[in-house]
């Protein structure tokens, strides 16, 4: 399934490389130049004379509360610019993945402060539900590498123990690197179930890319580790503004073909039990 995802988005990549690198980059540029911009200027407001000033006139506790709040609320602006502009550069590649031309101004329709709020909250709650896998799967590797480390500083253990608990890390590590990355690619089709849907709620995203999800986590985790060496390759021989879209394109194809294949199960299923029902 991999190959044939790959050459799909090859073929829906012909006369659209430039195109979509285009909308990855000044995505990019966009998403830099606001954390610059805002990290810089705060730093200035943070030792401008004007702030010194109000902190040694008036008690710097109220004039520093103040001062978090309207950082907060800036910063809060910053992740909801980028999270908008991340969800409009997922819809311009989900809508090539289904053979449709998305217009450039597809990167800003996400920007509306409801959309954004929706992105944002999509994204991290995508990105807390990893991080409890992240410590789900990985608690037992960091304990045996510490207890490794302990019997091999504090025992008189043989040098051969210590290489066969450290190949028995390494076997456990590859294990629950692979669990981790099967739990984590059941949430990827909830960003595209947001950008192409702006009333579904970001729960029932979630819960869609579960169910639809279901059956794909092994071909899904073969075309992530696939892309290792075109990402190397950009170093040596592929140019980066050829494969960066290549890698989208492909991510959003793979969830719109696999998502054709759930809805064709699911249309025969209900089709069978139709007809089952009118025998009985």
């Known amino acids: 399934m991999s190959g044939f995802i790959k050459i799909r988005a090859k073929e829906l990549l012909l006369g659209n490389t430039l195109k979509l690198f285009f909308v990855s980059g000044i995505a990019f540029i966009l998403k830099l130049l606001a954390t610059f911009s805002l990290i810089i200027s705060t730093n200035a407001v943070l030792i401008s004379p004007f702030l010194q000033n109000l902190v040694i006139t008036y008690n710097s506790?109220?004039?520093?509360?103040?001062?978090?709040?309207?950082?907060?609320?800036?910063?809060?602006?910053?992740?909801?610019f980028i999270s908008g502009l991340k969800m409009g550069e997922n819809a311009i590649y989900f809508m090539h993945s289904k053979g449709s031309k998305a217009k450039f101004k597809y990167l800003f329709i996400f920007l509306k402060p409801s959309q954004s709020f929706r992105a944002l909250y999509l994204y991290l709650k995508i990105f807390l539900l990893k991080i409890s896998w992240f410590l789900y799967f990985y608690s037992a590797p960091v304990f045996c590498f510490f207890l490794i480390l302990f019997l091999y500083f504090n025992t008189s253990v043989y040098s051969v123990v210590v290489f066969t608990l450290i190949l028995g890390l390494v076997i456990l590590l590859s294990i629950s690197h692979f669990y981790y990355n099967a739990a984590i690619a059941r949430y990827n089709y909830a960003v595209y179930y947001?950008?192409?849907?702006?009333?579904?709620?970001?729960?029932?995203?979630?819960?869609?890319?579960?169910?639809?999800?279901?059956g794909f986590i092994r071909d899904a985790i073969i075309l992530k580790s696939s892309f290792f060496f075109w990402?190397?390759?950009?170093?040596?021989?592929?140019?980066?503004?050829y494969v960066i879209p290549f890698k989208k394109l492909t991510n959003a194809k793979f969830v719109t073909f696999t998502d054709?294949?759930?809805?064709?199960?699911?249309?025969?299923l209900?089709?069978?039990?139709?007809?089952?029902?009118?025998?009985y």
């Open 194 to 214: 947001l950008c192409t849907d702006i009333k579904i709620p970001v729960k029932k995203a979630i819960d869609k890319s579960l169910q639809n999800s279901d």
């Open 61 to 80: 506790l109220p004039v520093y509360f103040i001062y978090s709040l309207i950082v907060v609320s800036l910063y809060l602006s910053l992740l909801l």
């Open 270 to 279: 209900n089709s069978f039990n139709l007809k089952s029902d009118r025998i």
């Open 260 to 268: 054709s294949l759930y809805e064709n199960s699911y249309l025969q």
């Open 231 to 241: 990402l190397i390759s950009c170093i040596f021989i592929l140019p980066f503004f």
